[in-house]
């Protein structure tokens, strides 16, 4: 697949991002649960080494485009390349961090646990952690200042915890492209402090990071690229020049009043 594109958004540098050269290339993608497409017709480039925040009202898409870019649901059409290549051979270079609401645990799990099942891949289905992997755990919890819960049953820590789990459970894969469903969404300050530290860390290592995001106030300070949707693609770009009045109010409609936009203090317009 070739499908060269000058990136004209990018503004300085004339960077090209292709199919080839991006972490994750979404082309025509069409998912629908019923009559009525939850994502229509969108193409997705984005881009090596930077943070993209995803962003659209309630119920626009947003965890659909990343469960279709995770292969967890098929799509109508469309075709997924992570760096280059078919999704079915890349799955490994994949981190995931769910929505958090869509995560219940009904039975017992110890913290560390959780973070083991990160390693899984390396473990093989039938392996066992040793002590090396119970190390790397542990030190992916350190990462995410969960260290001293390791032993604790997931279900009794408090959702801001539980969010800092799944994002060490991410971190043991050693992936190269990190996906997060919403991972601010209702976590107090300090866990909100550590995860963006994780993700801006990432980062500076060259990882690639797409986050669902929510909180239009911290989009600027938190990243460095945008991707707006309301069912169809509205914009994809740099935050200072895609995330402007004009896009927000495409995607939210009436939704979002312009007084709120206003109070964005946005760059470009
Ligand atoms: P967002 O994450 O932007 O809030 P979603 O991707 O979760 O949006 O949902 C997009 C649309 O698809 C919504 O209308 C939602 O109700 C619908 N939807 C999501 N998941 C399912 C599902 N499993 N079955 C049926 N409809 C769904
Ligand atoms: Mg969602």
């Known amino acids: 697949m070739t499908h060269l594109e000058l ?7 004339l960077r090209q991002s292709t199919v080839e050269t991006s972490p994750l290339a979404i082309r025509g993608l069409t998912v629908s649960y019923g009559e009525k497409p939850a994502v229509f017709s969108v193409d997705a480039t984005f881009r090596d080494g930077s943070m993209t925040a995803i962003i659209g ?17 098929r799509p109508l059409s469309g075709t997924v390349t992570v760096y280059g290549k078919p999704l079915a051979g890349q799955r490994q270079r ?29 473990l093989g289905l039938l392996g066992r952690a040793g002590a090396t992997h119970r190390a790397k755990a542990l ?58 530290d994780v993700l801006k860390t990432l980062k500076a290592e060259g990882k690639t990071v797409v986050a669902v995001h929510h909180d239009l106030a911290t989009v600027a300070e938190y990243f460095d690229r945008v991707f707006l949707i309301n069912v169809r693609k509205v914009a994809e770009g740099p935050v200072g020049e895609a995330f402007n009045a004009e896009n927000l109010q495409k995607a939210y409609g009436g939704r979002l009043a312009m007084a709120q936009i206003e109070n964005l203090q946005l760059t470009a317009g």
Request: charged share 20%; proline share 4%.
């Open 7 to 13: 990136a004209t958004d990018d503004g300085h540098t």
């Open 57 to 73: 009202p309630n119920g626009a898409g947003k965890s659909t485009l990343l469960k279709a870019a995770l292969g967890v649901i």
């Open 94 to 122: 994949i981190a995931y961090v769910p929505q958090r609401a869509s995560v219940d645990w009904d039975f017992p799990t110890r913290v560390v646990d959780v973070v083991l099942m990160g390693l899984y891949r390396q």
């Open 139 to 196: 030190a992916c919890l350190e990462r995410v200042g969960m260290a001293d819960f390791a032993n604790r049953q997931i279900g009794q820590l408090s959702g801001g915890q539980q969010q800092r789990v799944f994002l060490a459970r991410a971190l043991a894969q050693d992936a190269d492209l990190y996906l997060l469903d919403e991972p601010f969404a209702g976590v107090d300050a300090a866990t909100e402090k550590a995860i963006i």
